[in-house]
């Protein structure tokens, strides 16, 4: 499936399952201090909650994605323009950019070093690339220990810090920094996870085939509706990984 057609299929349900904008006003505050000064293009900006964010800190920027409807979506909380484009051929001019943004949108492109070509092509010399990936992680409780299982299991993903590091210097970047930081916050009940993974909304299962997803789901869902009271929220701090690159001067 490309990754247009999933997401124009996940556009309604994805904030409730991904942190909403709880998380985008956060990972805006974690990235907004590593911007060049200049306005901000977020690619795979999706529902628009780091956007919001973002102009919420007071950066000017212009989202696009290949899905219409998260962009739909974007569109009713962020006030910047949004544009359907493809991350991969980017319709703006040479160093025409200060800054460009990904948030757990690089490793969907269909080549990492080819994505961040073509935003060194676009940023002007001295601009940015801000890149947020990988698995979050948390502390763990009962309920972060049950996820873990799901997470061992899943495929790896093409987004891990060297793989990053390593498509940036491809690209032409000058490495400025790496390192986790923080995310977003949740609060969960084990009630509300069960109903995350029955209706497989949570991303790992998304990554998994349907036959593998089936399997893990079950024994899963027995240690969930095994955990003591099942109404209590648990709160979890998670972090995730943070590039940072320039286009040299
Ligand atoms: C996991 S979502 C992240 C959305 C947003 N950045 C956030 O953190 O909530 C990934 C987004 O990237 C978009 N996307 C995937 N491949 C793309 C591509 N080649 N060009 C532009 N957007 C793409 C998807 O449509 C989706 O909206």
């Known amino acids: 499936m ?35 000064p ?18 919420a ?12 409807p998260m962009l739909d979506v974007a569109a009713t909380r962020f006030d910047g323009e949004l544009t359907v484009a493809d991350g991969m051929a980017l319709p703006f001019d040479d160093a025409s950019q200060d800054n460009v943004v990904y948030v757990h ?8 070093a080819g994505a961040l070509k073509e935003a060194a092509r676009v940023l002007r010399p001295g601009g940015r690339v801000v890149v947020r990936h990988g698995d979050p992680v948390s502390e763990p409780d009962d309920l972060v220990l049950i996820l873990r299982q799901v997470q061992a299991r899943q495929p790896d993903r093409p987004d891990a810090p060297d793989a990053v590091r390593a498509a940036a210097e491809a690209a032409g970047l000058r490495m400025c920094e790496q390192g986790m930081r923080p995310e977003y ?20 299962l998304q ?13 899963i869902l027995a240690q969930l509706r095994a955990l003591p009271d099942p109404r209590r929220e648990r709160r979890q701090s998670w972090s995730c990984w943070l590039t940072v690159a320039e286009k040299p001067a």
């Open 2 to 36: 490309n990754q247009s057609v999933k997401f124009d299929k996940l556009a309604a349900t994805y904030d409730a399952a991904r942190g909403g904008e709880g998380r985008g006003h956060m990972t805006a505050a974690t990235i907004s201090p590593h911007l060049a």
């Open 38 to 55: 200049g306005s901000v293009l977020e690619v795979g900006v999706g529902t628009g909650v780091v956007a919001a964010g973002l102009a």
């Open 185 to 204: 916050e949740s609060g969960m009940t084990p009630e509300t996870f069960i109903a995350l993974i029955t209706n497989r909304q949570v991303p790992f």
């Open 105 to 112: 949108a690089l490793h969907l492109m269909p080549d990492m």
């Open 57 to 68: 800190l007071g950066h000017t920027v212009h989202g696009v994605d290949v899905s219409r």
């Open 207 to 219: 990554r998994l085939s349907p036959e593998r997803a089936a399997e893990v789901v079950e024994p």
